[in-house]
């Protein structure tokens, strides 16, 4: 079964600082994965996408991840946080294995961002 | 980019009564569209996936005869909350993926807030 974990449920960074946020995910198959956010009260956005072609992947609003098959990783980082990060950042793997579960999407558990001044 | 409409954006009711909430596709045809649940600071759990005319599949422990979803055309998907009780309350997400690429992430709605009084 495939299944993804954040490390940290909450994250505080200063402005300006690095935001490195972390994702791991278990598949017997490499899934494509997905960084999403989410502001209160509000549905998700999708950040940035791995599919495997290159595995540096670039997004949007300065955000980048990372793809490394040997650590089953795909971290979300950024060089300079800004007040507008701020929100709840979802690592999110689809199965493309085949079989029932083919298409679903496995979130990890999510990871809060405070941005402090 | 694709565009998922999702409404009511909040919706209160009384015990007892059913809720109806619309999810639409705006500018791509979604013969598939997930159902999500998300309670207070938790991650989102996949309730079910809806397919355009033929029944929806309910993931494990999700009463199907509680949470009716009809998906009557490529571009709505709809899931009524029947005899709502106060556990029912939480926020609800819509999703559905533009089938240009069976890669392609998926495009969430902006959500409901359903409180059940």
Same mark, same amino acid.
């Given at each position: 079964?495939?299944?993804?974990?954040?490390?940290?449920?909450?994250?505080?960074?200063?402005?300006?600082?690095?935001?490195?946020?972390?994702?791991?995910?278990?598949?017997?198959?490499?899934?494509?994965?997905?960084?999403? #956010?989410?502001?209160?009260?509000?549905?998700?956005?999708?950040?940035?996408?791995?599919?495997?072609?290159?595995?540096?992947?670039?997004?949007?609003?300065?955000?980048?991840?990372?793809?490394?098959?040997?650590?089953?990783?795909?971290?979300?980082?950024?060089?300079?946080?800004?007040?507008?990060?701020?929100?709840?950042?979802?690592?999110?793997?689809?199965?493309?294995?085949?079989?029932?579960?083919?298409?679903?999407?496995?979130?990890?558990?999510?990871?809060?961002?405070? #941005?402090?001044? | 980019?694709?565009?998922?409409?999702?409404?009511? *954006?909040?919706?209160?009711?009384?015990?007892?009564?059913?809720?109806?909430?619309?999810?639409?596709?705006?500018?791509?045809?979604?013969?598939?569209?997930?159902?999500?649940?998300?309670? !207070?600071?938790?991650?989102?759990?996949?309730?079910?996936?809806?397919?355009?005319?033929?029944?929806?599949?309910?993931?494990?422990?999700?009463?199907?005869?509680?949470?009716?979803?009809?998906?009557?055309?490529?571009?709505? *998907?709809?899931?009524?909350?029947?005899?709502?009780? !106060?556990?029912?309350?939480?926020?609800?997400?819509?999703?559905?993926?533009? !089938?240009?690429?069976?890669?392609? !992430?998926?495009?969430?709605?902006?959500g409901t807030r359903l409180t059940v009084t």
């Amino acid at each position: 079964a495939q299944s993804v974990t954040q490390l940290g449920s909450h994250v505080s960074v200063s402005e300006g600082a690095l935001v490195l946020l972390r994702c791991n995910y278990s598949s017997s198959v490499p899934p494509y994965l997905f960084w999403y #956010v989410q502001y209160p009260n509000q549905g998700l956005q999708l950040l940035l996408k791995y599919t495997s072609a290159a595995t540096l992947v670039k997004g949007i609003n300065g955000f980048e991840a990372e793809f490394k098959k040997s650590e089953t990783s795909f971290h979300l980082t950024k060089p300079s946080a800004h007040m507008s990060d701020a929100a709840e950042y979802f690592c999110a793997a689809l199965n493309n294995a085949g079989g029932t579960s083919e298409g679903k999407l496995t979130f990890g558990q999510g990871t809060i961002l405070t #941005v402090h001044p | 980019g694709a565009v998922v409409s999702q409404h009511p *954006s909040r919706v209160i009711c009384k015990s007892g009564t059913s809720v109806k909430i619309e999810c639409r596709s705006l500018d791509f045809q979604a013969t598939t569209m997930f159902w999500y649940r998300q309670f !207070p600071k938790q991650s989102l759990m996949l309730m079910a996936t809806s397919n355009e005319g033929s029944k929806a599949t309910y993931e494990q422990g999700v009463e199907k005869d509680k949470f009716l979803i009809n998906h009557a055309s490529l571009t709505l *998907s709809t899931l009524t909350v029947t005899s709502a009780h !106060p556990e029912d309350s939480s926020f609800y997400i819509c999703s559905a993926r533009d !089938p240009q690429g069976h890669n392609s !992430p998926l495009h969430f709605g902006n959500g409901t807030r359903l409180t059940v009084t």
